[in-house]
C-alpha cells in the first residue's frame, strides 16, 4: 500500500503544475514584510547622498536586505535626528538616544559612465568606523552594489557571511506556458531562463551558479535537462522509460544525483556529467527519490518510503547501507543540508500539516520554523542563515523567506498567479 501511495504522488507531482492559475508574461514580484524582529541589532540606514537621480535607491535596497535576514532592528527614517552622508558628519549622542548600535552612512555619486558608490559603518557606542567600501559600478549594477554593501554589513555585525548578492530560481504558469525564471534573492529582476508548454520541476543550481538542472515534461514523459545560464544551451541527461526526476548537482558540478525508475523502482543514481557513466546508489523495494549532497559530495541524503511513511536517509555518494536520519514526526521528506552540513531543512509533518523544520544532526532535535500547513521545497541560503520555500498565500502560491530562528522575514508574491520550486543559488562573485 505504501508503495502505490508514494508512487501515485510522485506521478501527481510531475503533473502538480497543471491546475495553476493564470499569470501574466510582464508580473512582478512584491515584497510583504510578515513578521517584525525582536532581539534584532538595533541599526540605522541613512539615505545615501545622491547628486542626481540614481536608477537605483541604494540604502533602501540595503535596508530591505538586512530587514529580510531577521536578525535586525531597523530604526525607522520618521525617528532620524539628523542624516548624514559622511561619517565627519554624525553626531553619536543623537544615534545613542535613538538606541541604535550601529549606524549607515553613505554616497551615491556620477562617475564617468557609471556611479561611486561609497559607504561607512559606524560603531554608534564607541563612536568609531567598523567598515567601509567604495564601488564603482555602471547603472545596472547599482542593485549589486547594494546587496555587497548588505552583505558586508551583515558579517561585519554578525560574524557570519551575507547571502543578499545571490539568485533565487523558480518556476512559475503564465496562461498555458510554464516558465523556469531567475531573480535577485529578493525577487526583483526576474529572467525566463525556459518558457514551455509542458510542467518544468526541481530546479538545482551547481555550486558556481552557471547551471541548472532541471525536469522538464516531454510528450508525457519527465526528463532531466542541464542547462547553461549565460549561453541558454541545454541537454539531456535522462529520458529513460519511467520517472526521472530530482537533479541535485554534486557539490564540484561534476556529477548529478537524480532518482529513476528505469530498472522497475525510483532509486537513487548518480552520474558522471563528462562521460554519462550511471551508478546506482540505492537497492530497495521503497520509492528512493529527492536526493541532495553533502557539503564535502561524501554522502547523499534522500526521502525514501522504506519504513512505511516517508523519512529522510543518508547513504555513502559511491553506494552501500542506507542509514535513517529522521525520527520524530510522521513525514519528513525533500531534505537538503546546510552549507556547514550540520543541520538539515526539510518538509515535515509533526502532526500540525506539512512545515518547514530544521534538524539538527548533533542532537537529533527538530525545530519546525514555519506556520502553515502547505510548505514545501525548502532551499538553504548560501551561509546557512535563512530558508526559502514555497507555500500559499489564500489562493495563490508565493515565496517565504524564513531565517534559522524560526522568524518569518519576507514574502515574495506575483501580483497575481502561482509561483514554485524555489532553490536559492551560490554566492555571486564580487564586483
Not at 301 to 321: D, E, M, N
Not at 405 to 421: I, K, M, N, P, Y
Amino acid at each position: 500500500m505504501m508503495k502505490r501511495l508514494l508512487r501515485e504522488k510522485l506521478s501527481i507531482a510531475l503533473l502538480a503544475f497543471s491546475g495553476l492559475f493564470a499569470m501574466p508574461a510582464n508580473a512582478v514580484l512584491e515584497i510583504d514584510i510578515t513578521e517584525g524582529v525582536i532581539g534584532g541589532i538595533p541599526i540605522a540606514i541613512v539615505p545615501f547622498m545622491n547628486t542626481q537621480s540614481a536608477p537605483q535607491n541604494v540604502s533602501e535596497v540595503i535596508s530591505n536586505d538586512l530587514n529580510s535576514s531577521g536578525r535586525f532592528d531597523l530604526i525607522p527614517e520618521r525617528d532620524f535626528l539628523n542624516r548624514p552622508t559622511d561619517a565627519v558628519d554624525v553626531n553619536y549622542k543623537d544615534w545613542r538616544l535613538l538606541k541604535a548600535d550601529a549606524v549607515v552612512v553613505g554616497k551615491v555619486i556620477p562617475s564617468g559612465s557609471g556611479y561611486n558608490v561609497s559607504f561607512q559603518l559606524l560603531d554608534v557606542g564607541r563612536g568609531l568606523p567598523i567598515e567601509g567600501r567604495s564601488f564603482n559600478v555602471p547603472p545596472n549594477l547599482l542593485r549589486r552594489a547594494a546587496h555587497q554593501i548588505a552583505d558586508i554589513i551583515y558579517q561585519a555585525l554578525t560574524g557570519k557571511p551575507g547571502a543578499f548578492d545571490t539568485r533565487i530560481a523558480y518556476v512559475t504558469k503564465s496562461g498555458p506556458r510554464y516558465l523556469l525564471q531567475v531573480a535577485d534573492s529578493d525577487g526583483y529582476g526576474p529572467q525566463n531562463v525556459l518558457e514551455s508548454g509542458e510542467p518544468i520541476l526541481s530546479p538545482a543550481w551547481s555550486r558556481d551558479g552557471r547551471r541548472l538542472a532541471y525536469v522538464s515534461i516531454k510528450k508525457g514523459r519527465s526528463v532531466i535537462y542541464v542547462q547553461d545560464l549565460a549561453s541558454g544551451t541545454r541537454r539531456i541527461v535522462s529520458q529513460s522509460k519511467g520517472i526521472n526526476s530530482s537533479p541535485a548537482f554534486s557539490p564540484d558540478g561534476s556529477r548529478l544525483a537524480m532518482s529513476l525508475s528505469k530498472d522497475g523502482n525510483p532509486e537513487i543514481y548518480v552520474m558522471n556529467l563528462a562521460t554519462n557513466a550511471l551508478t546506482r546508489i540505492t537497492r530497495d523495494r521503497a520509492i528512493d527519490t529527492e536526493p541532495s549532497w553533502s557539503p564535502d559530495g561524501r554522502t547523499i541524503l534522500f526521502t525514501s518510503g522504506r519504513s512505511g511513511k516517508p523519512q529522510l536517509y543518508r547513504v555513502s555518494a559511491g553506494g552501500g547501507t542506507a542509514q535513517r536520519v529522521t525520527f520524530q514526526g510522521r513525514y519528513n521528506a525533500r531534505g537538503s543540508f546546510s552549507p556547514d552540513g550540520k543541520k538539515i531543512t526539510m518538509v515535515t509533518d509533526q502532526g500540525q500539516g506539512h512545515r518547514i523544520g530544521l534538524l539538527d544532526l548533533n542532537t537529533g532535535s527538530v525545530k519546525v520554523l514555519t506556520r502553515s500547513d502547505l510548505d514545501e521545497s525548502p532551499s538553504f541560503a548560501p551561509n546557512g542563515e535563512m530558508v526559502l520555500y514555497a507555500t500559499k498565500a489564500g489562493r495563490s502560491g508565493v515565496l517565504s523567506v524564513v531565517s534559522d530562528l524560526g522568524r518569518v522575514a519576507q514574502t515574495l508574491r506575483f501580483q497575481q498567479g502561482d509561483v514554485r520550486e524555489p532553490a536559492w543559488s551560490p554566492i555571486n562573485r564580487k564586483l
